[in-house]
């Protein structure tokens, strides 16, 4: 099952690290080091599937060599204590293949790093078939035909980290539901996701290396903190089983007793594992699912087919309500400042029509934001509040700066919402992008507010997204079931 992992750290000279020897580690590479004058020979470590180096458009040609690469990052510092290049290292869903997850890892890369102008050298480990991983590599400078220039300070910033790991979480899980699995990765603290499990901390260590005599003190005490918080998750699931339940739904909307073992083996003590996978299967919570033709049979949780079958009720009652339409004067006054082609057009007539909820499958492109900016003029125009909601950040800015609304992220949006900071009003019109990613409950979440408001929603997601997931996502569903 997926899992999210992503750290970040500096290689720097002062930890006695060498970023030549680092680069010939992670790629599996002999490389020589011009500054120590080593010769780094890592050409027989097993594991690594696949390395390569991505630089931005307009790059000088030797960055393609590894060799020179790293060897004019080390010439280009001149301190004993230099910082060298940054790390991160992320955790590859177990779901994807091999070709899939290097397209995950070359999109994320794309996004979040050479549209900054940073150099990339990454490479997948996959020793461990149940902890595939990748390392990233990254510049701290940027590239000119003879070496590297000043250091970027922009690149140091403490707010990149937390965008990285939010950035992660939104391409693994589109590359997840492009793939066909419905498995998802959240970048959040449990207590965030609303989880009352621990998290059990990380060990540095393999699993299978023996805990006996020889290990470090701190690593003795991660050990024994891991089986403490193990015991201590064994025992909330025992007196709680739902717990469980809602922590893997959390995940993935339906799973196998396999799934459940699973995850529970590597949350619990191994003394109590048995008695909490009876708990688990035993409850009255957990609904099992007819099987698909000779498929391992599949379960849920009777929470989540509840919130499905509110959500539906919900938008079949908002689908019809009155109040929202936009006059036929302030449509044709919008239309006639943009050049919309018929299908928008229709598409446009649908959006501001009324109805307090209203979902639409369009291709991402520059028409989806003609037609977003089009409506929401008409909106205004009569009146309306327009708000615009994303899941990532990427869909924030396309909402900002090509259809001009205003946005912010769904999890923001909800957080005042249910502190009563900014409580939605019948004179809202809320713009929802990327909306065949949003899980299940989290939609009916917002629309229960919304409805609670008399607001409307306008639910917008990528036709080509839509497609590739499948019943994957509850927007087809809701689009189906509430004839939207």
């Given at each position: 099952?997926?899992?999210?992992?992503?750290?970040?750290?500096?290689?720097?000279?002062?930890?006695?690290?060498?970023?030549?020897?680092?680069?010939?580690?992670?790629?599996?590479?002999?490389?020589?080091?011009?500054?120590?004058?080593?010769?780094?020979?890592?050409?027989?470590?097993?594991?690594?599937?696949?390395?390569?180096?991505?630089?931005?458009?307009?790059?000088?040609?030797?960055?393609?060599?590894?060799?020179?690469?790293?060897?004019?990052?080390?010439?280009?510092?001149?301190?004993?204590?230099?910082?060298?290049?940054?790390?991160?290292?992320?955790?590859?869903?177990?779901?994807?293949?091999?070709?899939?997850?290097?397209?995950?890892?070359?999109?994320?890369?794309?996004?979040?790093?050479?549209?900054?102008?940073?150099?990339?050298?990454?490479?997948?480990?996959?020793?461990?078939?149940?902890?595939?991983?990748?390392?990233?590599?990254?510049?701290?400078?940027?590239?000119?035909?003879?070496?590297?220039?000043?250091?970027?300070?922009?690149?140091?910033?403490?707010?990149?980290?937390?965008?990285?790991?939010?950035?992660?979480?939104?391409?693994?899980?589109?590359?997840?539901?492009?793939?066909?699995?419905?498995?998802?990765?959240?970048?959040?603290?449990?207590?965030?996701?609303?989880?009352?499990?621990?998290?059990?901390?990380?060990?540095?260590?393999?699993?299978?290396?023996?805990?006996?005599?020889?290990?470090?003190?701190?690593?003795?005490?991660?050990?024994?903190?891991?089986?403490?918080?193990?015991?201590?998750?064994?025992?909330?699931?025992?007196?709680?089983?739902?717990?469980?339940?809602?922590?893997?739904?959390?995940?993935?909307?339906?799973?196998?007793?396999?799934?459940?073992?699973?995850?529970?083996?590597?949350?619990?003590?191994?003394?109590?594992?048995?008695?909490?996978?009876?708990?688990?299967?035993?409850?009255?919570?957990?609904?099992?699912?007819?099987p698909d033709g000779e498929s391992e049979a599949?379960?849920?949780?009777?929470?989540?087919?509840?919130?499905?079958?509110?959500?539906?009720?919900?938008?079949?009652?908002m689908a019809p309500r009155r109040g929202h339409?936009?006059?036929?004067?302030?449509?044709?006054?919008?239309?006639?400042?943009?050049?919309?082609?018929?299908?928008?057009?229709?598409?446009?007539e649908y959006l501001v029509g009324d109805g307090?909820?209203?979902?639409?499958?369009?291709?991402?492109?520059?028409?989806?934001?003609?037609?977003?900016?089009?409506?929401?003029?008409?909106?205004?125009?009569?009146?309306?509040?327009?708000?615009?909601?994303?899941?990532?950040?990427?869909?924030?800015?396309?909402?900002?700066?090509?259809?001009?609304?205003?946005?912010?992220?769904?999890?923001?949006?909800?957080?005042?919402?249910?502190?009563?900071?900014?409580?939605?009003?019948?004179?809202?019109?809320?713009?929802?992008?990327?909306?065949?990613?949003?899980?299940?409950?989290?939609?009916?979440?917002?629309?229960?507010?919304?409805?609670?408001?008399?607001?409307?929603?306008?639910?917008?997601?990528?036709?080509?997204?839509?497609?590739?997931?499948?019943?994957?996502?509850?927007?087809?569903?809701?689009?189906?079931?509430?004839?939207?």
């Open positions: 099952m997926a899992i999210y992992h992503l750290t970040a750290t500096v290689i720097s000279r002062a930890r006695g690290q060498r970023i030549v020897a680092s680069a010939a580690a992670r790629s599996a590479t002999t490389l020589y080091d011009e500054y120590y004058g080593i010769t780094h020979n890592h050409s027989r470590k097993r594991g690594v599937t696949h390395v390569e180096i991505m630089a931005p458009a307009g790059s000088p040609a030797w960055v393609q060599d590894r060799a020179l690469l790293w060897n004019r990052v080390e010439a280009a510092e001149r301190r004993v204590d230099s910082q060298l290049a940054r790390e991160l290292e992320v955790g590859l869903p177990v779901e994807l293949s091999q070709d899939q997850s290097v397209a995950l890892l070359r999109d994320f890369i794309t996004r979040q790093f050479l549209a900054e102008e940073m150099i990339a050298d990454f490479s997948v480990r996959r020793d461990n078939p149940n902890n595939p991983h990748a390392h990233i590599l990254l510049t701290l400078r940027k590239a000119t035909l003879s070496g590297f220039g000043p250091k970027v300070r922009e690149w140091n910033r403490k707010t990149n980290l937390m965008d990285w790991r939010s950035a992660w979480a939104e391409r693994a899980n589109q590359h997840l539901a492009r793939a066909g699995h419905d498995a998802r990765i959240d970048h959040r603290t449990l207590e965030a996701q609303q989880i009352e499990l621990a998290p059990g901390p990380k060990i540095g260590i393999g699993g299978r290396r023996p805990t006996g005599q020889g290990l470090p003190k701190y690593l003795e005490e991660r050990i024994a903190e891991q089986k403490r918080t193990a015991k201590q998750n064994g025992d909330t699931i025992l007196l709680d089983p739902t717990a469980a339940l809602r922590a893997l739904t959390r995940q993935q909307a339906t799973f196998t007793h396999r799934d459940v073992a699973n995850f529970l083996r590597s949350r619990t003590d191994p003394a109590q594992y048995e008695a909490v996978l009876l708990a688990v299967m035993s409850s009255n919570e957990l609904v099992a699912l007819r599949r379960f849920t949780s009777r929470d989540l087919l509840e919130a499905e079958k509110s959500l539906v009720r919900r938008a079949a009652v339409g936009v006059a036929p004067q302030w449509q044709v006054s919008a239309t006639s400042q943009h050049l919309l082609s018929e299908g928008h057009r229709g598409a446009f307090d909820l209203k979902a639409l499958a369009v291709q991402a492109g520059n028409d989806k934001s003609a037609l977003l900016a089009v409506a929401r003029e008409a909106w205004q125009a009569q009146g309306f509040k327009v708000q615009g909601a994303a899941l990532s950040g990427l869909a924030l800015k396309n909402l900002v700066t090509e259809s001009g609304i205003e946005s912010r992220t769904l999890e923001s949006y909800e957080q005042d919402w249910l502190q009563e900071q900014s409580p939605l009003t019948q004179n809202d019109v809320i713009v929802i992008d990327e909306s065949e990613m949003i899980g299940l409950k989290q939609l009916e979440r917002v629309l229960a507010v919304a409805d609670k408001a008399r607001a409307k929603v306008v639910l917008i997601g990528d036709s080509t997204q839509l497609a590739a997931m499948g019943a994957l996502s509850p927007l087809r569903d809701l689009i189906a079931k509430a004839g939207l």
